[in-house]
């Protein structure tokens, strides 16, 4: 599968942003998907996941509450909406699909390219 990650921008802190990944050369459905982010500086981290029925969501303890996972298999897309987000949340994100339910990126085998979100302050 082949994802493509879009929706990144600049955006003042209490904003809102939705990312979208679309997936190509494959079906979502068959993959657990993730979002990871990499600060400036900073290692890649994981900020939330989506079992491939769904049925399973969890997210990193920072963005419970201002982040919602989704997918919509009909339209093969991956999304992460975003909401009071903080200067903190700059970060290159990235979707991610793997035959693993993991927070754990080495366990992710494909990866879309990655949109830049800037919150200022």
């Known amino acids: 599968v082949q994802l493509q990650a879009s929706g990144g921008g600049l ?3 209490g904003g809102s942003l939705t990312l979208s990944c679309a997936a190509s050369e494959g079906t979502l459905g068959d993959y657990n ?3 990871f982010r990499q600060a400036p500086g900073k290692e ?3 900020v939330a996941r989506i079992l ?3 049925a399973s969501i969890s997210y990193k303890d920072s963005v419970k509450g201002r982040f919602t996972i989704s997918t919509d298999n009909v339209k ?3 999304y992460l909406r975003m909401k009071d987000l903080k200067p903190e949340d700059t970060a290159v994100y ?3 699909a793997s035959t693993s339910y993991s927070e754990n990126d080495g366990r992710y085998r494909y990866w879309g ?3 830049l979100v800037t919150v200022s302050s």
């Open 11 to 13: 955006v003042q802190a």
């Open 33 to 35: 998907m993730g979002w």
């Open 44 to 46: 890649r981290e994981f």
């Open 52 to 54: 491939w029925s769904g």
């Open 76 to 78: 093969n897309m991956l």
């Open 94 to 96: 990235y979707c991610a």
């Open 113 to 115: 390219q990655g949109t």
